[in-house]
């Protein structure tokens, strides 16, 4: 077979040079930065923003050593030598801007410094620069590893799929916005083209090597198809519905390789300990330990909105409950609860025992953001998702609850419910409880550190001296507190070898919550009251709601359940709470407030003919057992409805959309396949139609008026204005541009002023753009009045100069009006 002559010569140079290849691989590495930064997980979050800069540069860097003639081992020299100068001048560029480059360095020096220091102690991190550091060289390593291996390998496998897999790894831990998923798509994209191109240069140097004959036009098809190929399958992989309910299996095998790696991210976590709490990484405000503290500021940021049923008796509020703590210690609390049971919403409530004065409630939530503890309302019996359930079983069955743990966590925005068990008690139901406590909450409940002081103990005797029953001795232990100590957000250190509540109660005297709440907790037990701490956000702003709540539309008496409608509770970050919960024989837990912030909690006395009395009822009539006080299973079917056919209507809604793009799409290449087939013609030949039909189309505001036109309605006078003004020559416009200035600078021109005069006129008043003006008009003369053509580029050059000049001087005529009263009240009044 005859060669053609203009077959291209072998190639011999032997890198793999290819302009498109680099430019598509420069794209994707800075996608996956992209992908990064958008997880805000720094603060300020522009911190990030230096691995999309190092990305650049080391795109450039690692194209630039793959052609070199350097060897592997010298590219790596230099690769390194490279990275220790761009890196610390990316990071120091986070600083504060005006400092010397020397203080940034040592800066970034001491911060390190004392970030390995808390390391190697095991300390949480409190700087996110290890961090910042870590993703700055692995971002650099990836981009050089891909710039040189593109250029000089041309393996497209080892190019992607290094930084792929990092991109991947930020999408498991930041799952949570699905627009952030589209990153992850679009590096896939341009994989998928990086992947068609390296595999069609190495054919092509084949091919060149055994002299066989290449179509001049073969790169642009391959390159179009490829486009074509892979925007449908990013397309169709990330919009085709998929129900988790056919893949157990799958679900199943997930689980058990997650398990292994969260003991790890476990172990990791104090390393990225100061990394900002965003949807990207689930980090709940309360864990297993609580300290003390000194206290921070905390912002108004929307933690969640909670609807629950309106309290009809004044004083009445809700607490929104994250986990609770029974051991204390020097300071800081534990939550030793060491059994987990997972639980789900098809099975029945938890058994917290025989309770009295309590009713059953619905509640829902909402979080703002990714959640892993559940918020509950005390004492919580079910929740609507699947969670493992903290808890200790009794000796006598019941079960002793810490906290919900979410399986898998909750996004920002969906909803949840919990029905809960909440004290309605009465005053005088609490002092009749007496003192029988079961033994495992005297043994739990009542633990006190031998750090305890003695005036600690002999300011509880004081309090509670002449007092005989639970209640009155923690009521007045609550109200002490309230008056005897001043509410401070923000505390200094106690002293050292001190012991907190000791100092909190004697020597400073000022606190916030988590001290309030301790010394009632330990006050009480140093009198033998049981008592614990619990810990998440108090009520919240209320914003009264129309609708009836959770419990009327269960159907229970409202009159029994002692609440009337809903409330929407809006509740911020500034809303973090800590309280003391006491218990008391027959009821359970009930809350007390001795922060002197919070408003005070009032219970009704139970001996007026207002009030609601449940003391004659069986101690399992509101908590376990009878039918009238526990939703029925129907209703509360249809209760939970409301909130999964939310879910289902935005999720039909979805789906239908991503269902009709997907459709679409697959018609388009059904289409192209029949025109190929039907027409025996290219896919290229359609496109090259299609773009001349393009061509030849009337401008859009011309098809707008002639569609307007045929519904039978009149077009806008903007529209007709805009259709004439499109539709003329382009030197007719051009020229318009003399008109619209005058009028800009208020010389409207006359019907029968020539275009000379209207020149003439403009450049009086705009001498500046006496240039552009003359040559517009002698383009204009020219077309008008001689056999020759103008020069349309010149023309529409003057008329945008003419334009943008005209601008300016009615710009500079506005500020001159402005500051010409300033100048008139400036001046002396002559008399």
Request: proline share 7%; with cysteine.
């Amino acid at each position: 077979m005859d060669i053609p002559k203009n077959t291209p010569k072998i190639q011999r140079d032997p890198r793999w040079w290819d302009p498109l290849a680099a430019f598509l691989l420069l794209a994707a590495l800075l996608l996956a930065a992209g992908r990064l930064i958008s997880t805000g997980w720094t603060y300020p979050r522009g911190d990030l923003g230096v691995a999309q800069n190092l990305v650049f540069l080391g795109s450039i860097a690692g194209l630039a050593l793959g052609k070199s003639r350097f060897s592997p081992r010298f590219a790596v020299i230099i690769a390194v030598v490279y990275g220790l100068f761009f890196i610390p001048w990316q990071m120091g560029l986070t600083l504060v801007p005006d400092v010397e480059w020397r203080e940034r360095i040592f800066s970034l020096a001491g911060r390190l410094q004392i970030t390995i220091t808390q390391l190697f102690q095991d300390k949480p991190v409190t700087d996110d620069i290890f961090f910042v550091l870590l993703m700055s060289c692995l971002y650099w390593t990836l981009s050089i590893h891909a710039g040189y291996t593109l250029v000089r390998y041309s393996h497209p496998w080892r190019t992607i799929l290094p930084a792929g897999l990092a991109v991947l790894i930020i999408q498991i831990y930041d799952p949570l916005l699905t627009r952030r998923s589209w990153y992850l798509a679009g590096y896939l994209f341009f994989a998928l083209l990086i992947v068609a191109r390296l595999t069609y240069i190495q054919q092509n140097r084949r091919w060149q090597q055994n002299q066989t004959y290449i179509p001049p036009d073969v790169g642009y098809d391959l390159t179009r198809f490829t486009f074509i190929a892979a925007t449908i399958i990013v397309l169709f992989a990330w919009t085709a519905p998929v129900s988790a309910a056919i893949l157990p299996t799958a679900a199943e095998i997930k689980q058990a390789i997650s398990r292994p790696w969260n003991t790890v991210r476990d172990r990791l976590s104090h390393a990225f300990a100061s990394l900002s709490s965003s949807v990207g990484i689930v980090k709940d405000y309360y864990g297993t330990d609580l300290v003390l503290g000194r206290g921070n500021v905390l912002s108004d940021n929307k933690v969640m909105t909670v609807q629950a049923p309106r309290l009809s008796y004044a004083g009445g509020r809700y607490y929104w409950q994250a986990r609770v703590y029974d051991q204390y210690v020097g300071g800081e609390w534990t939550s030793n609860y060491t059994q987990v049971q997972k639980v789900s919403s098809n099975q029945p409530d938890l058994n917290i025992g025989p309770a009295s004065g309590r009713v059953v409630v619905i509640i829902t939530f909402t979080p703002s953001d990714a959640i892993a503890t559940l918020y509950t309302v005390p004492e919580p019996l079910w929740v609507s998702r699947p969670a493992d359930a903290q808890l200790i079983t009794n000796p006598d069955g019941t079960v002793d609850l810490a906290s919900y743990e979410a399986t898998p966590y909750l996004r920002a925005g969906e909803q949840y419910q919990v029905r809960s068990s909440i004290s309605t008690v009465t005053v005088a139901q609490l002092r009749k409880a007496g003192v029988e406590y079961p033994s495992w909450v005297t043994q739990r409940y009542l633990q006190l550190p031998a750090s305890i002081t003695q005036r600690t103990k002999d300011l509880a005797n004081q309090v509670a001296s002449g007092l005989n029953n639970p209640y009155d001795i923690a009521d007045t232990v609550t109200q002490y507190l309230r008056a005897n100590i001043q509410y401070e957000a923000i505390i200094p250190s106690p002293q050292s070898g001190q012991e907190p509540i000791d100092w909190f109660l004697f020597d400073y005297g000022k606190g916030f919550c988590n001290y309030y709440a301790s010394a009632e907790v330990i006050l009480l037990r140093s009198l033998g009251i049981p008592a614990r701490l619990a810990v998440g956000y108090a009520q919240g702003e209320p914003q009264p709601s129309p609708e009836e709540g959770g419990l009327s539309q269960l159907g229970v008496p409202q009159p029994q359940l002692n609440v009337v409608g809903s409330d929407t509770y809006t509740v911020r970050q500034r809303d973090a709470h800590a309280w003391p919960e006491v218990y008391f024989p027959g009821i359970g837990w009930v809350e007390f407030e001795p922060t002197a912030s919070q408003q005070p909690v009032i219970r009704p006395l139970g001996q007026g003919p207002d009030s609601v009395d449940n003391s004659n009822q069986p101690n399992d009539t509101i908590g376990h057992g009878n039918p009238v006080d526990r939703p029925d299973p129907e209703q509360l079917r249809r209760l939970q409805g409301g909130t999964v056919g939310l879910y289902a209507r935005r999720m039909t809604v979805g789906l239908i959309l991503l269902s009709v793009f997907v459709f679409m799409a697959l018609c388009i290449v059904a289409f192209l396949i029949i025109w190929r087939v039907h027409y025996k013609r290219s896919i290229r030949e359609l496109f090259h139609v299609m773009r001349e039909d393009i061509q030849n189309a009337p401008p859009l505001p011309v098809q707008l008026e002639r569609g307007i036109r045929r519904l039978g309605l009149h077009p806008p006078s903007f529209l007709l204005l805009w259709a004439h003004y499109i539709s003329l020559p382009p030197l007719s416009r051009a020229y318009l541009e003399i008109n619209r200035a005058l009028k800009r600078l208020g010389k409207a021109p006359t019907l029968e002023a020539t275009p000379a005069e209207r020149a003439s006129v403009l450049v009086q008043i705009l001498p500046e753009a006496a240039q552009p003006i003359q040559k517009l008009l002698s383009e204009y003369h020219t077309a008008a009045y001689s056999p020759f053509s103008a020069d349309y580029d010149s023309a529409r050059q003057a008329g945008q100069e003419i334009r943008r000049l005209s601008y300016l001087a009615l710009l500079q005529r506005l500020l001159i009006g402005l500051q010409e009263p300033r100048r008139a009240q400036r001046s002396p009044v002559k008399r």
